[in-house]
């Protein structure tokens, strides 16, 4: 069982158009990651959120993190084709615990 | 910063052949380290916690006795996958924890058995 869903699971925009990458959780986590992971790669680290209702901006990219731990978004504002790949959240319910992955949104940046 | 090199990058193997990845912290201890396995366009499935001096953690459905995780110091943790089998073609992928840091991630493993 995935204890975050990510949604949408496959995302194809234009170059310069505006992106909103959800997920949730009936589980609560103590801190969540965004990742980028380009194909043959491993995943990088874009974001750690730690505090309800924090908001972090990398760039184009501003991530938000729910008031109760819950559920985050990443929004990426003016998409770039470099901007193409597989994001992936991963959250852990304790600081020692083992991340979860969501499912991922694979993103297609068209120019 | 949080540094975790892996190797090989890919490799290709004969079926009933084993195969070894190793992943290593560079520039920070791990006692815990993670391995997973991805399939082309889906996310990383958890498939063992590699523990620093003992046995590892597998996930449910992954078997021990074919994917044997060694975790023998505190910057090197491995993974065999032994009498490799077509379907055990996969990326794999490791990842250790730095406290105050966040996870990292290898660089991933491309497995090919033929």
Redesign the interface.
């Known amino acids: 069982t995935q204890l975050l869903e990510?949604s949408p699971q496959f995302l194809s925009i234009q170059e310069g158009e505006n992106l909103t990458v959800y997920c949730n959780s009936s589980s609560v986590f103590s801190?969540l990651?965004w990742?980028r992971q380009e194909p043959?790669?491993?995943?990088?680290?874009l974001v750690?959120v730690v505090t309800g209702g924090e908001v972090k901006k990398l760039k184009r990219l501003t991530f938000q993190f729910g008031d109760a731990r819950k559920d985050s978004s990443l929004h990426i504002t003016a998409a770039q084709p470099g901007d193409t790949g597989?994001y992936?959240c991963?959250g852990a319910p304790t600081n020692a615990g083992?991340?979860?992955?969501?499912?991922?949104t694979?993103l297609t940046v068209k120019p | 910063g949080a540094v975790v090199s892996?190797h090989p990058s890919w490799v290709i193997c004969k079926s009933g052949t084993s195969v070894k990845i190793e992943c290593r912290s560079l520039d920070f201890q791990a006692t815990t380290m993670?391995w997973y396995r991805q399939f082309p366009?889906?996310?990383?499935?958890?498939m063992a916690?590699s523990n620093e001096g003992s046995k590892a953690t597998y996930e449910q459905g992954v078997e021990k006795d074919k994917f044997l995780i060694n975790h023998a110091s505190l910057t090197l943790s491995t993974l065999t996958v032994t009498s490799a089998h077509p379907e055990d073609s996969s990326?794999y992928?490791c990842?250790a924890r730095k406290p105050s840091y966040?996870?990292?991630?290898?660089?991933?493993t491309?497995l090919t058995v033929v």
């Open positions: 990510q801190s990651q990742y043959g790669e491993g995943p990088v680290l750690t597989l992936l991963a083992k991340s979860t992955f969501g499912d991922g694979t | 892996q993670f366009k889906q996310s990383l499935m958890l916690t990326f992928i990842s966040g996870y990292t991630f290898g660089s991933g491309r």
